[in-house]
Structure formats: C-alpha cells, structure tokens
C-alpha cells in the first residue's frame, strides 16, 4: 500500500520555491494603496521575522510537539481513531502543523482515509527534506485567517492594522486562535468565541511556560480590539484603478490577481482629493441652483431602502428623519449616529422641503465646507476632471463621474462630448502660424452659408445674439466671440484648421470638415483636452498622457519603469535627447501669444472669476455648446493643466445660464486652489521669434508713434520691445 500510495505522490521539492498568490495592488505616486484586486490578502513574512511569542502561540494551541516529532503525531492520530470508533464520527484530529503544510500545498482537503495516508507518507518526507523553520514558514504565510485574509501578517493588517512586531500578548494569541475555525472563532463575527478561544491559546502557552501567570491574566482580561481594517486611506481613485487593473489583465491575464504586482501610478493623492471634493461640489452647487427633488418613501414590505441599498453615494449619506421643526430636521443616519440640519444650512432646499419632508422619510445629508450637516440630493448632472503634468503627461488627478459605483462609466476618458468654444484655440493657433497677428481685425458680421458637414443653411451667432463688426483676434477669444473663429477659418480654409486638430492629437473622426469645426462641433473626452491645453503649458510640445510610472514584482524588482517623452524648451537637438523629447508641434512664438491671449480669457474675459486666485499666470478657455448640453472649462499654468466638463449623460440641456464659465470653471478654480499652493507665479520671457517680429513692426511703424523713430538696431529694438511689453504686454505689438 505504502509503495502504491507513494508512486501518486506530488514532488515535495516543489516546497522549496512556494510561490503564494498576492493579490494586484495599486499606489499612488506618494505611495498611498488606493485599490487591491484578487481576492486573497497575503504578505509573506521571513520566519526570523515573525516574533519568538507568536510562533509559541501557534505551537502551543496547534502543534505542541512540532519541535520534537517527525512530521506525524501518533498519539494524536491514535486519539482521532478512538473517537471514530466510540463515537461513529470522523471528524479532523491528530493533524501536525507539517501535516497541514502537506495538506495546504500538495493535498486536497478531502476527507478520506487514502489522502490522510497521503498526507502522512508526505509529512514525513517534507521533515527529512526540510528544517523545522522552514516548514514553520510556509505554515504560518499559507494558512487561512478568515476575511480573505491568507497568512499571519496578512491577519495582523487585517484585523488590527498592525505589522507582527507591533501586536500585543493577547492579539498574537487571538490571531493563533483563528486556524481552528477561522468563521467560528473570527473576533469580528463572532467576537464572544473569538475571545474564547483566545483564551485557551494563553493558556496553553501558560501550561507549556511560554508566558507568567502574571502575562496570562492581563493578557486574558484584556477587551478585544479588533475590527475589519481598511488599508486605502480616503483617496478615492476608482476609475484609475480600474484602468490599471484592464492593463496589468491585458499584459498579463488571470495571473495578474495572483502574481503579487505592485503597480505605482502616477496619481497624487493630496491632488486626488482635492479634484473629487471640487468635482462635488460644483456638481452640488448646479443641483442646488436647480431645486430640491422629493420622492416618495418607500412603503412596500420587504423592499430595501436606500439607507441599506446605498448608504454613501459620492459624498452624501443616507439618514432618517426622526423629527422635523421651524428650525430644522432631526435625523439618524444609516450607521445610527442622531444628526441635527438647521434649515438655514439648507436655505436652497427649504421651500420644497418643508412641505415635502416628513418623519421616517429617506434623505440625503452631506457635511459642509465648514463640517456642519446640510440637505443634499445625489446630483443627476454628471462631471469629469482630469489634470496632467504638462512637462511629460503624467495624469496627477482623475475623477470620471460623481460615484464610480453609481455609474462605472468613465466621463474622463471615455465620454464623447462637444468641446464647444474650448477648441477655439486650434483655430487661433492656426492662424497665428498662416501670418495674422493678435491685432489682426476679423469683422464679426452674420454669416449664412451651406454647411456640407451639417447639411443646411447655418447662421451661426455669437452667444450674446449681437455682433460687433472690426474684431480684433485678441478680442475675439477672450469675450469668445463665435463670429470671429468662424470668419478666421472661413478665410484660412477649413483643411489647415483640421491639419492643426490632427496635430494636436485629435483624429480625423472627430474634426468634422465643416466651418462649424471653428466651434468645436467635434467629439473629445476631458483627457484629451488636457492633452491638447498641455501643448500651451509646456512650451509647445505634444506629451502623451500615461498613469503608470512603475511595476514592481512582489520580489520587489522594478519589472517596467515609465519613460516618457518630455516637453523641453531649452534641450539641445541631439540624438540623444530627441529620442526622448516630445515633438514639437507650434513654435515659441506662436505659443508664448496664445498664452498671453488665454491669460486675457481670465483677465478680462469668460472666466474672470479665476481671478479670485490672484495669480498672473493662469490662462485657458471656457467652452459652451449648443443648448448648454457641454459645459467646459480647461486651463492651465506652466507646473498644471486641468480640465473640467459638465453635462448630463443623456445630453439634456443645462439650462440657459449654465456656461462653462459658471458650470465649470468652479471645479477648476477649486482643485487650482490646492494644485498651485506652494508653487510661485510664474513669469513669461518673449522667445527669440517674437522680438524678431517686433523689430520688423518697429521698421514698419506699426507700434506706438513714441518708438518710431528708434533705429531698427537689435539693441535698440530688444529694448524697445521689452519697454512695450512692459507697459503694454504683447498687445501692443501684436
């Protein structure tokens, strides 16, 4: 039998290279865990690292004689059998912790007396192959701890956020209690047997002399102090997360839940929130503008409420109101905490509400900026943001909807949405590089032709319904005037404003060849807005966004490392550095006038409330579309560049005033408050091109009649353009 049984038996040596299953996990770029995918914890501990006491808890409650036998304990297993035979029943007894390596790793856990056999001709092979410590070691990584948690570091996380070094007497025996039964004794289901157990580990370990009489009452009388441990912090990155996980799963399929990757993004975490808390509340502020919507409570028996459906959606929570008065709402919310809302916290709600809103009735509550509770609704208007590193790419904050587990659908990447007037700048850009200047005049006039790309007459008209004759292109994007861009591109051509689009980034798919292009009659998602404003920020150049900086085995051994083409005005051409450069797509010129003309937009334009900022160097563009169906706005600074939209999925009109500049340029201001703290204003240099053309207009007398008689020297000339630009900025020369 024992030759029959043996010739069945799995390789032991396979024990000498254990690779345990770890599931995927994401960190942000400062090293917070924002998502775990696959569905065992583990964290594979060094036997020299686990401490001397809790391998004593474990030999004492499971094994007390593990240091002394071969791998089988007779006597146990003589025990087991008297038990079969007295009482009928067989039950699991008499197993060594080298039986259960044997078990966990090479065995099924069937209960038959061939696998038991098995498991004793294996269990006294793995003891003349293997030291104790190493056996001690796959038993202690490999076994189940409860709450999918694999192994005792794992378990020490999981039940008291702790690393082994850190656990008291009594949770190392709580925790060396767990094999047993790990639903049964589990101190988080069951914490009255949880304790119990514990219990009877401290005094095992008594009995053995592991521990005093003195350790083993204080350890014994001490409240359980465990409870269900989250490791990310409150950084929300659902949509990155589930990016990252659709990359590791394309690259490396099933095995990416197993493998142990460590995939670090390119996500800060302080910006993250930053960006999910202003995607919030703008989405609130537009809902508030909007009214309070009731609904009926609801009464059928046996229907769950949204308290046990959904207790937190975005930043609202579920409650009950337990009493209302003329000062307010008494409500418990759905963890059974009693929370007062004056009604003057809620003074956007009040009139509806108060005829409406009733004892035991479901609402919604969300803490304001200032931490007091306030009446809320889950917006039905969605958002999106994104913001890049425009040096390189890098997406620093994503938020693709107000709750991914409302919606998984991901507004920042892969919504298909007018960009509205935010695509003006491809057409400004484009004629700027075809010889109009900043002060070239554009006449803004109605305008009826035969559009082919809509298939009808069009008469397009600004957003105000007036037209304003002589424009200058200044003028004409920083009030967004739609005439302008459309009577720019009509006399440029509407192929070299899509060559500019596809330059840009944009394909052809989504830059219809037709005049209203000059509006943005095209599809975009948020990234890709940004990708098209970072051009602006860093100088000109076209980076690739990415959200993956790094993967790390669970060996630790950087297996792909980001390597991204970087904007880099002042690199020197070399073959070295041009393999790593981003492509230069606009030329310093061109692009030191578009930012002074989208800093004219905050300045003096649609989006003056950026102001509120105080900074000199922020520029962008608000976007509207037809009917207020897209609101956008995407700006920048040379060390950020953001982008915000707001619509309905449905593309439902957002109501008349509903602008980019009042939909969406809140968010942006919002998260800028946080991105650009520490970050000193920076200051803009004309490049080399724009004092060369600023020598030509002196020559030609078309600046300022005091420098027209300045002798076209260089010197003269650089000096007279810097004194221009100085009191004038770039308007007075172009």
Same mark, same amino acid.
């Given at each position: 039998?024992?030759?029959?049984?043996?010739?069945?038996?799995?390789?032991?040596?396979?024990?000498?290279?254990?690779?345990?299953?770890?599931?995927?996990?994401?960190?942000?770029?400062?090293?917070?865990?924002?998502?775990?995918?696959?569905?065992?914890?583990?964290?594979?501990?060094?036997?020299? *690292?686990?401490?001397?006491?809790? $391998? @004593?808890?474990?030999?004492? #409650?499971?094994?007390?004689?593990?240091?002394?036998?071969?791998?089988?304990?007779?006597?146990?297993?003589?025990?087991?059998?008297?038990?079969?035979?007295?009482?009928?029943?067989?039950?699991?007894?008499?197993?060594?912790?080298?039986?259960?390596?044997?078990?966990?790793?090479?065995?099924?856990?069937?209960?038959?007396?061939?696998?038991?056999?098995?498991? $004793?001709?294996?269990?006294?092979?793995?003891?003349?192959?293997?030291?104790?410590?190493?056996?001690?070691?796959?038993?202690? !990584?490999?076994?189940?701890?409860?709450?999918?948690?694999?192994?005792?570091?794992?378990?020490?996380?999981?039940?008291?956020?702790?690393?082994?070094?850190?656990?008291?007497?009594?949770?190392?025996?709580?925790?060396?209690?767990?094999?047993?039964?790990?639903?049964?004794?589990?101190?988080?289901?069951?914490?009255?047997?949880?304790?119990?157990?514990? /219990?009877?580990?401290?005094?095992?370990?008594?009995?053995?002399?592991?521990?005093?009489?003195?350790?083993?009452?204080?350890?014994?009388?001490?409240?359980?102090?465990?409870?269900?441990?989250?490791?990310?912090?409150?950084?929300?990155?659902?949509?990155?997360?589930?990016?990252?996980?659709?990359?590791?799963?394309?690259?490396?399929?099933?095995?990416?839940?197993?493998?142990?990757?460590?995939?670090?993004?390119?996500?800060?975490?302080?910006?993250?929130?930053?960006?999910?808390?202003?995607?919030? /509340?703008?989405?609130?502020?537009?809902?508030?503008?909007?009214?309070?919507?009731?609904?009926?409570?609801?009464?059928?028996?046996?229907?769950?409420?949204?308290?046990?459906?959904?207790?937190?959606?975005?930043?609202?929570?579920?409650?009950?109101?337990?009493?209302?008065?003329?000062?307010?709402?008494?409500?418990?919310?759905? !963890?059974?905490?009693?929370?007062?809302?004056?009604?003057?916290?809620?003074?956007?709600?009040?009139?509806?509400?108060?005829?409406?809103?009733?004892? /035991?009735?479901?609402?919604?509550?969300?803490?304001?900026?200032?931490?007091?509770?306030?009446?809320?609704?889950?917006?039905?208007?969605?958002?999106?943001?994104?913001?890049?590193?425009?040096?390189?790419?890098?997406?620093?904050?994503?938020?693709?909807?107000?709750?991914?587990?409302?919606?998984?659908?991901?507004?920042?990447?892969?919504?298909?949405?007018?960009?509205?007037?935010?695509?003006?700048?491809?057409?400004?850009?484009?004629?700027?590089?075809?010889?109009?200047?900043?002060?070239?005049?554009?006449?803004?006039?109605?305008?009826?032709?035969?559009?082919?790309?809509?298939?009808?007459?069009?008469?397009?008209? !600004? #957003?105000?319904?007036?037209?304003?004759?002589?424009?200058?292109?200044?003028?004409?994007?920083?009030?967004?005037? *739609?005439?302008?861009?459309?009577?720019?591109?009509?006399?440029?051509?509407?192929?070299?404003?899509?060559?500019?689009?596809?330059?840009?980034?944009?394909?052809?798919?989504?830059?219809?060849?037709?005049?209203?292009?000059?509006?943005?009659?095209?599809?975009?998602?948020?990234?890709?807005?940004?990708?098209?404003?970072?051009?602006?920020?860093?100088?000109?150049?076209?980076?690739?966004?990415?959200?993956?900086?790094?993967?790390?085995?669970?060996?630790?051994?950087?297996?792909?490392?980001? @390597?991204?083409?970087?904007?880099?005005?002042?690199?020197?051409?070399?073959?070295?550095?041009?393999?790593?450069?981003?492509?230069?797509?606009?030329?310093?010129?061109? /692009?030191?006038?578009?930012?002074?003309?989208?800093?004219?937009?905050?300045?003096?334009?649609?989006?003056?409330?950026?102001?509120?900022?105080?900074?000199?160097?922020?520029?962008?563009?608000?976007?509207?579309?037809?009917?207020?169906?897209?609101?956008?706005? !995407?700006?920048?600074?040379?060390?950020?560049?953001?982008?915000?939209?707001?619509?309905?999925?449905?593309?439902?009109?957002?109501?008349?005033?509903?602008?980019?500049?009042?939909?969406?340029?809140?968010?942006?201001?919002?998260?800028?408050?946080?991105?650009?703290?520490?970050?000193?204003?920076?200051?803009?240099?004309?490049?080399?091109?724009?004092?060369?053309?600023?020598?030509?207009?002196?020559?030609?007398?078309?600046?300022?009649?005091?420098?027209?008689?300045?002798?076209?020297?260089?010197?003269?000339?650089?000096?007279?353009?810097?004194?221009?630009?100085?009191?004038?900025?770039?308007?007075?020369?172009?």
């Amino acid at each position: 039998m024992y030759q029959r049984l043996s010739a069945n038996l799995p390789d032991i040596k396979t024990l000498h290279d254990v690779r345990y299953e770890m599931p995927l996990s994401i960190y942000s770029k400062d090293k917070v865990l924002i998502a775990q995918f696959g569905g065992n914890k583990r964290i594979p501990v060094k036997i020299e *690292n686990v401490p001397k006491q809790l $391998i @004593n808890a474990f030999v004492a #409650s499971e094994d007390d004689g593990f240091f002394e036998h071969s791998g089988v304990d007779y006597k146990g297993l003589i025990r087991a059998g008297i038990q079969l035979l007295v009482t009928g029943k067989k039950k699991q007894g008499g197993s060594t912790i080298t039986m259960q390596v044997t078990r966990n790793f090479l065995l099924s856990n069937e209960k038959t007396y061939t696998r038991k056999l098995k498991e $004793i001709i294996l269990a006294l092979k793995i003891e003349r192959e293997y030291p104790k410590n190493k056996i001690l070691e796959l038993y202690l !990584n490999q076994i189940y701890m409860g709450h999918s948690a694999y192994g005792i570091a794992a378990a020490a996380q999981t039940y008291y956020g702790k690393s082994l070094k850190d656990l008291t007497l009594a949770e190392q025996a709580m925790i060396a209690g767990l094999p047993k039964a790990p639903s049964a004794y589990n101190p988080i289901t069951n914490e009255d047997r949880a304790i119990e157990r514990r /219990n009877y580990v401290l005094q095992r370990m008594l009995e053995l002399n592991y521990i005093s009489q003195a350790d083993f009452e204080a350890a014994s009388e001490e409240a359980s102090t465990a409870k269900l441990q989250y490791h990310s912090s409150d950084v929300s990155v659902p949509h990155i997360a589930e990016m990252v996980r659709q990359y590791a799963y394309e690259k490396y399929g099933e095995e990416a839940y197993t493998l142990g990757l460590k995939i670090h993004t390119t996500i800060d975490s302080s910006l993250q929130k930053a960006a999910e808390q202003a995607l919030w /509340n703008s989405l609130h502020s537009y809902d508030e503008r909007h009214g309070y919507r009731t609904k009926k409570p609801a009464t059928d028996e046996g229907k769950e409420t949204p308290i046990r459906t959904s207790p937190v959606i975005g930043d609202t929570l579920a409650a009950t109101i337990t009493s209302t008065s003329n000062n307010g709402i008494e409500a418990t919310l759905y !963890n059974g905490k009693a929370i007062d809302i004056p009604w003057k916290n809620s003074k956007w709600a009040i009139v509806k509400a108060k005829k409406q809103l009733s004892v /035991n009735a479901p609402i919604r509550v969300r803490l304001s900026k200032k931490g007091n509770w306030m009446l809320t609704q889950v917006p039905e208007v969605e958002g999106a943001f994104v913001s890049l590193n425009p040096a390189d790419g890098a997406v620093l904050a994503l938020v693709g909807g107000f709750e991914y587990n409302k919606n998984k659908f991901n507004r920042a990447t892969q919504a298909k949405r007018q960009p509205g007037s935010g695509f003006k700048p491809i057409i400004y850009t484009t004629a700027l590089e075809e010889g109009y200047t900043a002060a070239s005049m554009i006449n803004d006039a109605p305008l009826a032709i035969y559009d082919p790309s809509l298939g009808r007459i069009w008469k397009p008209e !600004n #957003s105000t319904k007036k037209f304003y004759g002589p424009t200058s292109l200044r003028k004409g994007l920083t009030f967004s005037r *739609n005439m302008v861009a459309i009577q720019l591109l009509k006399e440029m051509g509407i192929a070299k404003g899509i060559a500019t689009g596809l330059r840009f980034g944009f394909t052809k798919e989504q830059l219809p060849p037709g005049l209203s292009l000059a509006l943005g009659s095209g599809y975009a998602s948020p990234l890709q807005m940004a990708r098209m404003y970072a051009v602006f920020a860093n100088g000109g150049f076209l980076v690739d966004p990415y959200f993956i900086e790094q993967i790390e085995s669970r060996e630790g051994k950087i297996i792909f490392q980001a @390597n991204p083409k970087t904007a880099c005005s002042s690199c020197k051409n070399t073959a070295q550095t041009e393999q790593n450069q981003a492509p230069r797509i606009i030329s310093p010129g061109v /692009n030191f006038i578009m930012n002074s003309l989208m800093r004219d937009v905050i300045k003096l334009g649609t989006a003056t409330d950026a102001r509120v900022l105080g900074r000199s160097d922020l520029a962008g563009k608000t976007g509207t579309t037809n009917d207020q169906r897209d609101a956008w706005f !995407n700006g920048f600074t040379p060390a950020h560049v953001a982008s915000t939209w707001v619509g309905f999925d449905n593309f439902k009109p957002l109501g008349h005033y509903e602008t980019g500049g009042a939909a969406a340029l809140p968010m942006w201001i919002e998260y800028m408050r946080t991105a650009l703290k520490n970050t000193p204003v920076a200051t803009f240099a004309p490049p080399n091109d724009v004092f060369k053309k600023g020598a030509e207009y002196i020559q030609k007398g078309v600046v300022l009649k005091k420098l027209a008689a300045i002798p076209a020297t260089k010197k003269a000339v650089t000096e007279a353009t810097k004194r221009l630009i100085k009191e004038k900025p770039v308007e007075a020369l172009f």
